[in-house]
């Protein structure tokens, strides 16, 4: 049963126009890669759309292609025109775009590269371009101290007559050591004011709402913590499988792609203590501290509060898909994990003994991310009138994606002259209260970067903080005997170990449900 709450009239509802970005040129590294096409270029073609991107802004390609500027228009022409959604490419819009787009060749391993890079960038300052430098590194981890070498050995790192940024995908290293060491050399060449460590999910609109659930509503508080709170379960669920990135994802897994960063920030933002303000560094100090505060896990804490899966073949929305294992260009015995399950403990005051259940899988049976909040069970069993009216404890999820909003669940009273009580639902949906899309993550990140904010980005010791919880579980992972793989169905909610994993503690998943009508779309 559902309520559904509007905010406001939805016609009140305006949003305000987008603050202009400084105008800049803007280098991607691996512009020809699955990432620039899919994410990164229809972000900056949404951005100028939506009034964002100064008329001065240039985006030049850059990768081991040769290509003129006209035949890389025509490829991101034809990456747009096999987009689900299919921007415009055509009419004045797509045009102004068009003529934004340059391609300059070069391989990002060659130190030669560098020179070249910088000449050519010169050159189109002397020809009155843009003096601002924003360099975005959209290509497979191992290029990235190469490349950080080479603009820093090319002088590009210097802010001299224009201000020099950069940009980072993540993976930030595949381990604490790692991460430690490609920190070290970023910061060798890049003041960190000027690095952007970008985790796309902290430019999704439902995660930034997060903060404004918590923060801006006093209701909350006073039960957010282990006195009310019995679990909170995260769940970052996905229809696709490995897609066209085997060699990317072989080397890296569900954990290192997906839990690292994305499911660790949502777990920060849910359980972080109030940031003094909402600036760079009050915010992200909090974040830290509670990074801090999940204990690292011994190999015996492995063993029993982990759980990894990968798919078999099986059905997804009707269709037969392959297994992990049958992908082109993974390994036939591949023992690399497309599902992780963790239940995470927070040593502080807040949120002693409370579970902090996430998981996250590929080709599971619906594409859902949320967070759910369980509160504790009411004290006494007052309306029970039978075992199966026992209330239902409370719950908030917050349903990042898709059909994003939150739901709140808690008990009425059944129509009649007894006072029998019933479970109902509080619906606040983004779609239904402002309508139109959600704005595209990347492309508020991108604004942020030109703007020069990096609220929204991961602080180096963050990254650190980050790797300190993962690593010794893919320490363990290596040293355990695996798994048999696969252990999970292709179209189900994943490995039977994981619904364990919960039970065991006396709790349960909330089953991965399929998408409701009329979600606002975020990306
Ligand atoms: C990326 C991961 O960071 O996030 C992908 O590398 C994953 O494997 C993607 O598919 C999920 O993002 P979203 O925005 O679709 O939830």
Redo the contacts with the bound molecule.
């Keep these: 049963m559902t309520a559904t709450v509007h905010a406001a009239p939805p016609e009140q509802i305006t949003r305000p126009p987008l603050r202009e970005a400084e105008a800049c040129t803007l280098i991607i590294f691996g512009a020809t890669g699955d990432l620039s096409r899919r994410k990164l270029l229809p972000a900056l073609y949404d951005l100028q759309c939506a009034g964002g991107m100064s008329s001065r802004c240039e985006i030049i390609g850059t990768g081991r292609t040769p290509l003129t500027d006209e035949t890389f228009r025509g490829r991101v022409r034809e990456a747009f025109s096999d987009m689900k959604d299919r921007p415009h490419t055509s009419g004045a819009r797509w045009r102004e775009f068009e003529q934004r787009l340059h391609y300059l060749a070069g391989d990002p391993s060659d130190v030669a590269s560098y020179p070249r890079l910088a000449a050519d960038l010169d050159a189109r300052r002397q020809a009155g371009g843009n003096p601002n430098r924003l360099f975005y590194i959209a290509t497979p981890t191992s290029l990235v101290r190469p490349i950080i070498e080479g603009l820093g050995a090319a002088g590009l790192a210097k802010n001299d007559a224009g201000w020099s940024r950069i940009v980072i995908e ?1 993976p930030f290293g595949r381990d604490l050591q790692s991460g430690r060491e490609l920190n070290r050399v970023v910061n060798g060449v890049f003041a960190e004011e000027a690095v952007f460590r970008i985790d ?2 902290l430019g ?1 609109e439902t995660v930034q709402n997060i903060l404004v659930f918590r923060f801006g509503n006093t209701m909350l508080e006073p039960v957010w913590n282990r006195n009310y709170i019995d679990y909170v379960e995260i769940t ?1 669920a ?1 229809t ?1 499988g490995v897609e066209s ?1 085997a060699a990317f994802y072989e080397e890296t897994g569900a954990l290192r ?2 839990v690292t ?2 499911l660790l920030q949502l777990l920060t933002l849910i359980a972080m203590e109030p940031p003094v303000a909402l600036d760079a560094g009050a915010l992200r100090d909090q974040k830290v501290q509670l990074l801090r505060a999940i204990r690292p896990m011994t190999v015996a804490e492995v063993k029993h509060r982990t759980v990894r899966g990968q798919y078999d073949a099986g059905a997804v929305g009707g269709q037969h898909v392959a297994a992990y294992r049958e992908e082109t260009g993974v390994q036939a015995r591949s023992n690399t994990e497309t599902y992780a399950a963790i239940d995470f403990r927070i040593d502080n005051w807040r949120w002693e003994g409370v579970p902090f259940y996430v998981r996250t899988g590929k080709r599971l049976a619906h594409s859902r ?1 949320e967070v759910v909040v369980h509160f504790k069970r009411t004290p006494q069993a007052l309306f029970a009138h039978a075992p199966e009216t026992y209330l239902a404890p409370n719950q908030i999820a917050l349903r990042i ?1 898709p059909d994003e909003g939150i739901t709140i669940a808690f008990a009425a009273k059944r129509p009649g002259d007894d006072l029998r009580s019933i479970g109902v639902e509080a619906d606040f949906s983004y779609a239904e209260s402002f309508g139109g899309k959600a704005p595209n ?1 990347y492309a508020t990140l991108l604004l942020d970067v030109m703007h020069g904010d990096p609220t929204r980005f991961t602080r180096r010791d963050e990254v650190d903080a980050e790797w300190r919880i993962i690593t010794p579980i893919e320490e363990a992972w290596a040293e355990l005997p695996p798994p048999v793989f696969p252990n999970y169905e292709a179209g189900s909610d994943g490995p039977a170990e994981a619904k364990e994993l919960v039970v065991r503690g006396g709790h349960q998943w909330r089953p991965i449900a399929p998408p409701r009508a009329g979600g606002a779309g975020a ?1």
Excluded: I, T, V
Aim: hydrophobic fraction near 30%; charged fraction near 30%.
């Design positions: 993540k796309h999910y999704k970052a996905e696709l990135r792609d997906m960063n994305h991310s994606q993550a990306a």
